[in-house]
């Protein structure tokens, strides 16, 4: 037996070959040795990113993907801006999003000094 195994980020492929990542090499009925379940549809695929994010109030979120090394970036509406320098966030290798979700908070208006007479 053979147990495959996935780099960090990646995980086995268990839509191809099942819920295993152990391979054992038997003998057909004709002796012939074969492995089972094949290794030729073993795979390693990211990890997929959980789905807890989401947009800030008075802004947004653009995701490039939901798989590991993924980015999602923030951006704030107009007269609204991001207060806790949280504007983009990396899908992990444990499938967690790095960082803090952006919140995006008013910006001041400027000050108008009255104009002298």
């Not at 995980?11 to 819920?19: P, R, Y």
């Not at 970036?73 to 967690?96: F, L, P, W």
Request: aromatic residues 6%; glycine residues 6%; neutral net charge.
């Amino acid at each position: 037996s053979v147990a495959l195994v996935c780099p960090p980020g990646f995980m086995f492929d268990v839509a191809l070959a099942g819920n295993t990542s152990v391979h054992t090499c038997n003998l057909s009925l004709n002796n012939v040795p074969h492995w089972q379940p094949p290794i030729s549809i073993a795979r390693c695929v990211r990890v997929p990113c959980k789905p807890n994010i989401t947009n800030p109030s008075n802004g947004q979120v653009v995701k490039n993907g939901s798989v590991f090394e993924s980015q999602a970036v923030y951006t704030c509406n107009s007269g609204y801006m991001i207060s806790n320098q949280a504007t983009t966030r990396t899908c992990n290798a444990d499938g967690e999003w790095s960082g803090q979700e952006a919140t995006c908070d008013g910006e001041c208006q400027p000050i108008v000094l009255p104009k002298k007479c």
